[in-house]
């Protein structure tokens, strides 16, 4: 059995963005500030439309947002 893991360039985006902050990226997405917190750590993985969201408010393609690596669950 696998593991996915989804790792984010959210923080360094905003950085680049003027330093937007993660409540201007939320009301931007349409999501809570603390849903862009628990994105951001990885602690939660965000549907397709608001990775697509998060996306376009960047301008740049979901592949240098979000990346995919899936990991071998060592059991």
């Known amino acids: 059995m696998s593991k ?6 959210i923080r360094k985006l905003r ?5 937007m902050t993660q ?3 939320a009301d931007k997405t349409g999501v809570t500030r603390q849903t862009i917190v628990a994105i951001e ?3 939660y993985s965000p549907t397709l439309e608001l990775a ?6 960047f301008q740049v393609q979901i592949q240098d ?5 899936p990991e071998e669950n060592s059991k």
């Open 65 to 69: 947002v979000f990346t995919f690596n």
């Open 52 to 57: 697509f969201r998060i996306s376009l408010v």
């Open 15 to 19: 950085f680049h963005a003027n330093e």
């Open 4 to 9: 996915c893991l989804i790792n984010n360039n």
């Open 41 to 43: 750590n990885g602690k």
């Open 23 to 25: 409540q201007e990226l």
